[in-house]
């Protein structure tokens, strides 16, 4: 790894500790990330001076007393980015704070649109906001399909499009924004790996629509996001014809665990109460049979989430190069 690789890696590493903090030093973010105290001081004076971080208060001080250390956050104000998920039949386009917490909210209505009326209206979203927002910085949009490693929506069993060039034509739409394109379930896996990475290096997500019921999966190796070699990895399962919900789920979670020797397994799904009860059931069955970590997350917006957070590392990389 080149030196300029190095300094990224060590920049998106603080990043990531305090995306998942609300507040933590500079020892400690050395003491937990392994970084040479004066690497981490280095880093932190450059995230001061562009405004990303603050003081928020002192800490305790430590087992001989002495002066309490400051403890750092991200500053909710440094800029907002958009997060976006494109769904079959609409567009919610949403603005998250650069910790990564929802401030706004719109739904876009898609239905009967063509595959670059879709585009025209994503395009509208971002160039919406950013001109709305003197501080916005990038966005994140996650799709309810795969983007392949050129950049294309690819249509699917639960996205009926196809939008050739979608990354590239939206690039072009606001070249000077940071821009994030990826999978909503690759998406959700991220936030996972940011807000789990002290308790897990290998992680699967499994996003699970239910009209039609297919399964998505991202996947977090040595906490990298693996996308394989087409961009596809995470296809797990098409629309299941047959067989009960419990059981194909039940089958997807041992074949997820069985083949990548996962830590743990975490799902989201948009499920009424009847269908989250039969979930609850196949988790509670699985965890009394198996040490791997299956975990629920009633949290539907992990994709628009782990969205803004891609967004705001790469604008991160580019704001401190």
Do not use: W
């Not at 998250?96 to 979203?125: P, W, Y």
């Not at 397994?265 to 791997?292: C, H, K, N, P, W």
């Amino acid at each position: 790894m080149n030196q300029r690789d190095q300094k990224h890696q060590n920049q998106e590493t603080i990043l990531d500790l305090l995306q998942s903090l609300p507040a933590i030093s500079q020892a400690e973010i050395s003491a937990r990330t392994g970084l040479q105290t004066s690497t981490v001081s280095y880093i932190v004076r450059a995230f001061k001076a562009r405004g990303i971080v603050h003081a928020t208060g002192k800490g305790d001080s430590g087992p001989a007393g002495g002066k309490k250390a400051d403890l750092l956050a991200l500053r909710p104000d440094y800029g907002l980015v958009g997060g976006i998920v494109v769904k079959n039949d609409g567009v919610l386009s949403c603005l998250t704070d650069f910790t990564g917490h929802i401030v706004e909210r719109r739904e876009i209505i898609t239905r009967g649109l063509s595959d670059d009326g879709i585009l025209d209206r994503v395009v509208a979203a971002i160039r919406t906001d950013r001109d709305s927002h003197p501080t916005y910085r990038g966005t994140g949009v996650a799709v309810t399909s795969v983007v392949d490693l050129s950049g294309n929506l690819l249509e699917s069993t639960y996205f009926t499009h196809s939008i050739p060039r979608f990354v590239e034509r939206l690039r072009d739409a606001a070249p000077e924004l940071s821009l994030v394109v990826e999978n909503d379930a690759n998406c959700a896996a991220y936030y996972d790996h940011i807000f789990q990475r002290r308790r897990f290096r290998n992680l699967v997500h499994l996003h699970v629509p239910m009209r039609p019921f297919t399964i998505g999966a991202g996947i977090i190796i040595d906490g990298v996001l693996y996308r394989g070699a087409t961009g596809a990895a995470g296809e797990i399962l098409k629309e299941a014809r047959t067989g009960r919900f419990e059981s194909t789920l039940e089958r997807v979670i041992l074949f997820v665990a069985s083949l990548l020797d996962t830590e743990a397994i975490f799902i989201t799904g948009e499920f009424d109460a009847t269908t989250l009860r039969r979930v609850q059931g196949v988790i509670r069955a699985l965890s009394a049979t198996t040490a791997r970590a299956i975990e629920l997350v009633e949290n539907p917006e992990l994709p628009i989430l782990g969205a803004s957070l891609q967004a705001i590392r790469l604008h991160l990389r580019s704001a401190l190069d």
